[in-house]
């Protein structure tokens, strides 16, 4: 199948892609690389545009016979959104409103939605479950509240098939050591706390240590981004199937506190993480853990490398090779092989220029 996998380029998007790829698709990623990483785009082309580019979407769609579309793309931080709600809407409702508005200009019909389980805000019972009603407590959340709206309502009026995948924690990085989490300023906990080991006179911080968990702590459901990707992928093959449109949760159904995690890492790791208390940061349930039954019976999805410490191994064994020299070298090395590319391609016409083929950037990855 060809498909088109915006956000791409992203922490979670890389993963998706490389497992289209060794599944035997053709993944076509767009992003803007406003936050992804233009490294990390190996299994397929990259189309470099933005959502709220109608016209440039029209281009990659009418240029390429798309058979479904995953959508990743999108802002994504709980803290920003709630010190910047306007700019979350804008760029996660209305870019997902253009990106369903060009697939139905294309007549591509078929789509995976990464939704989150933000839009449950704060749940009244734990497990959730996907009958859980949403009830958003950040504009993140929200934000995706309203795509997923958008999906059922373009399935009602213009028979679109979909299905919102509801991350619960994504965590971990690829077991070969290819691609992985790597942001600047990094704003999730296990990359943050491996950080931490790794820089010193650097501390990560733990926002609350007075919510009503058995800690004080906020409890997450953690789940490897390599299981994620693989329920992108038998989602892909359910819609194929004509299966039902709908949201599913994806998580373990077993929940960590914030110190619980820390101490896995300082096992794992044999090294003291350096933490400092800060008050706890609005938008932030106590508690979120899934009730993944839903993925397991329609989607035959079982997470398999998302233990504790598979979550941790690949994370420090990732945390160690960004922070080495070598990568960092090779990482500017490679930076240098971009310009030089896309500048050996100004001359020609812009839909050649921006659809760059990705061995030779294989290549160059350490």
Not at 149 to 173: E, M, P, S, T
Not at 258 to 265: G, K, P, Q
Not at 294 to 317: F, M, Y
Request: with cysteine; glycine share 8%; proline share 7%.
């Amino acid at each position: 199948m060809n498909i088109l996998v915006t956000g791409g380029a992203g922490y979670i998007g890389s993963h998706v892609a490389k497992a289209l790829f060794r599944a035997g698709h053709h993944p076509v990623v767009y992003d803007n690389l406003s936050r992804g990483n233009r490294w990390a785009v190996q299994w397929g082309p990259l189309e470099h545009g933005d959502l709220l580019d109608e016209s440039r979407l029209d281009q990659v769609f009418s240029k390429n016979q798309f058979d479904a579309v995953i959508h990743l793309a999108a802002l994504a931080y709980v803290g920003e959104s709630m010190s910047d709600a306007g700019q979350y809407f804008h760029n996660n409702v209305q870019g997902s409103l253009c990106l369903l508005r060009a697939m139905q200009r294309a007549a591509v019909k078929k789509i995976v939605f990464s939704s989150t389980c933000a839009v449950y805000g704060i749940p009244s019972a734990i497990p959730i479950t996907e009958d859980t009603p949403p009830s958003p407590c950040n504009p993140y959340g929200e934000s995706k509240r309203i795509v997923e709206q958008l999906l059922q309502w373009f399935g009602i009026c213009h028979d679109f098939q979909w299905v919102a995948l509801r991350y619960f924690n994504a965590a971990g990085c690829d077991p070969d050591g290819q691609i992985g989490e790597l942001h600047d300023p990094e704003p999730h906990l296990i990359p943050s706390l491996l950080h931490a080991l790794l820089t010193p006179g650097r501390s990560c911080p733990v926002f609350g240590t007075d919510y009503p968990t058995p800690d004080g702590t906020c409890i997450r459901d953690y789940i490897h981004v390599s299981d994620l990707a693989q329920a992108h992928l038998l989602s892909l093959n359910h819609l194929n199937h004509q299966g039902f449109s709908g949201p599913i949760n994806l998580g373990t159904g077993q929940g960590h506190s914030v110190f619980e995690l820390i101490a896995a890492i300082e096992h794992h790791t044999g090294l003291v993480v350096p933490i400092v208390f800060k008050p706890r940061r609005p938008g932030d349930p106590p508690q979120l853990v899934a009730a993944a039954q839903r993925g397991q019976e329609i989607l035959n999805w079982v997470p398999s490398h998302s233990s504790l410490d598979q979550i941790i191994s690949t994370a420090w064994a990732w945390s160690q090779k960004v922070a080495s020299p070598l990568f960092q070298a090779d990482l500017q090395s490679l930076s240098q092989s971009l310009l030089a590319m896309n500048s050996s391609l100004e001359s020609k016409p812009k839909l050649e220029t921006e659809h760059l083929t990705q061995s030779p950037i294989r290549a160059l990855m350490p």
